[in-house]
């Protein structure tokens, strides 16, 4: 009897591993060969002063001969404008590089143009992240049946690609370099202009939803610095990770499908002519800028930073050149005065520590933006953060979190968490010493700087570092952050080590200031949870 209950509970123990087994085997983890895949290299087209892009830009670039110029795109609707008159002026060339492509309302309207000039001529190479394309091979692949336009995945799964499930058996389960992916966001025209920052292709990056959207920050670039994001581009075009997408279609799209695809986005962008968002793209002065050549544009020097795409499949101790994140430790290292931060998920880790620890020994200012529980939508990542405030604070950081919402719709979103209209803060931002600037899509977090591939764009400017502090000033008012900071346990309590204390959020509302000693706009069960996250989550992955 005893060897027969033995048994039973072995076959039970061994249930969970087989049912793994059998999905994994079912969703075909281990049958993608990289190396398998017919593949074309091409380059970046140089830039030409015949291409209309040359031709706007041209003077300017000749007066600044080794200078490169940069513009930056703080608001959603500018930043769209901008990919979209790129687009329609582009002659010779459009490369794009990016972790999320929705097809959704601003989506669509941009494949839209993107078609249409690759009617006129124009070559389109689209690399986007397989992680978020989940049964989306065929429509990627109907794009990609325009003779003049190429489509291809970057680090892609296997097996059944349109299941969650085998996607989520395969990060966990798969090869390790799944669990690593392209973060990257590049946008070239005719390379002459790019643009490089925290936006991905999607309605919440581009103020076009209305119940969330997200505060972001991109940069335009003209001049040398765009040749070399486009000799990043082609390193991720051409690397054994980027396949064509027309490799997970059984059968390839015909013109026919091709053809419907162009009737769903005409459609779409009729159906858009009279909404509410078409109405803020005409009436926003940002395109008239472009038109007419009044872009602020700040000539200076900078430089293009980007992981290596073998960055997926590699160590950083075997690999340390594949890495971008010890330039920008070094960046920060060599703050003097103040250094701004703004990350939106942020988990110092030991080393982000140390780096703090030495900026306030030397009498640099630390300020960081990142969002409240609230306002993030990566509780686990809160989480990891949540580990760290206190010690930040007795460093003497300042630390601020961004408010879910403001105005007058606060009062609503008080009333039913979660379901008004929300902020989150996207963009990924350093100013130091107001003289340096560095936008990119890397997050101050473990994630950013060991496992997912990111790039971004460092200006050496006091001009354009300066633009970019009264962005941070203004985010950190009290009308829109909290700022985080230790209170005496007990109200009128006299309290010689402040440190000591609770932590407090202080914010302002209706004019007054308000102080919560919980996390704000959050119910009892949130709290709860962040707690029970901050003892398992891995801080590696966060």
């Known amino acids: 009897m005893e060897n027969r209950m033995k048994q039973r509970r072995a ?3 061994t249930l969970p591993l087989l049912f793994v087994l059998i999905c994994m085997s079912f969703s075909g983890c281990a049958s993608l060969s990289l190396d398998s895949y017919q593949r074309t290299r091409s380059s970046a087209i ?4 015949e291409t209309r892009l040359g031709r706007e830009f041209g003077a300017q670039m000749e007066q600044h001969p080794r200078e490169s110029g ?4 703080s608001s959603g609707i500018d930043s769209f404008l901008a990919r979209a008159y790129l687009i329609d002026r582009s002659d010779h060339s459009l490369d794009l590089q990016y972790y999320i492509f929705y097809d959704d309302v601003t989506g669509r309207l941009l494949l839209e143009r993107m078609v249409a000039a690759a009617d006129r001529g124009v070559r389109i190479r689209l690399l986007v992240d397989d992680w978020n394309i989940t049964g989306k091979d065929f429509s990627f692949a109907m794009i990609a049946a325009h003779p003049n336009i190429q489509v291809r995945t970057f680090n892609p799964f296997s097996g059944h690609r349109s299941l969650i499930l085998s996607r989520m058996l395969q990060y966990g389960y798969g090869p390790k370099r799944l669990k690593r992916r392209m973060h990257n966001k590049v946008f070239i025209a005719d390379n002459t202009a790019a643009i490089v920052g925290g936006r991905n292709i999607g309605d919440e990056y581009f103020g076009a939803r209305t119940d969330v959207n997200f505060s972001d920050l ?3 670039t003209l001049g040398p610095i765009t040749e070399k994001i486009s000799s990043a581009f082609d390193e991720y075009w051409n690397s054994e990770f980027a396949i064509p997408i027309d490799a997970f279609v059984r059968s390839p799209p015909s013109v026919e499908n091709l053809e419907e695809c162009r009737a769903v986005l005409q459609t779409h962008k009729e159906k858009m002519k009279d909404t509410v968002y078409a109405e803020q793209l005409r009436e926003n002065q940002h395109l008239e800028h472009f038109k007419y050549g009044n872009l602020p544009v700040v000539w200076t020097e900078g430089e293009y930073h980007w992981d290596r795409p073998g960055k997926v499949a590699s160590s950083r101790e075997n690999e340390p050149t594949f890495y971008m994140a010890p330039h920008i430790n070094s960046l920060i290292d060599e703050t003097q005065t103040e250094a701004l931060l703004i990350s939106p998920y942020f988990v110092p880790g030991k080393a982000g520590m140390q780096l703090f620890e030495g900026l306030r020994e030397r009498g640099a200012k630390v300020k960081i933006l990142t969002n409240s529980l609230a306002s993030n939508d990566a509780k686990v990542v809160h989480a990891g953060y949540a580990r760290y405030r206190k ?20 009062a609503e979103y008080r009333r039913d968490i979660g379901s008004s209209s929300q902020g989150a803060l996207h963009a990924k931002t350093l100013v130091l010493d107001r003289n340096v600037l560095f936008v990119s899509s890397f997050n101050l977090d473990p994630r950013s700087a060991w496992f ?3 790039n971004g764009i460092v200006v050496r400017s006091p001009e354009i570092a300066r633009q970019v502090a009264r962005l941070f000033e203004t985010a950190t008012s009290p009308e829109n952050a909290y700022r985080v900071t230790f209170e005496a346990k007990l109200p009128g309590e006299d309290f010689s080590r402040p440190q000591d204390g609770k932590l407090t959020w202080i914010t302002e509302e209706d004019g007054k200031e308000v102080r919560y000693y919980n996390e704000p706009m959050t119910r009892w069960w949130q709290r709860i949870g962040l707690n029970i996250l901050s003892w398992f989550a891995p801080e590696e992955m966060l």
């Not at 140089?46 to 002063?49: D, G, I, Q, R, T």
């Open 11 to 13: 076959i039970w123990h």
């Open 46 to 49: 140089p830039s030409s002063n």
């Open 70 to 73: 940069f513009c930056l795109l």
């Open 218 to 220: 991109d940069i335009l």
């Open 391 to 410: 010690a930040l604070l007795r460093l003497g950081v300042d630390l601020y979190e961004m408010k879910p919402t403001s105005g007058e719709s606060l």
């Open 452 to 454: 997912d591939t990111q």
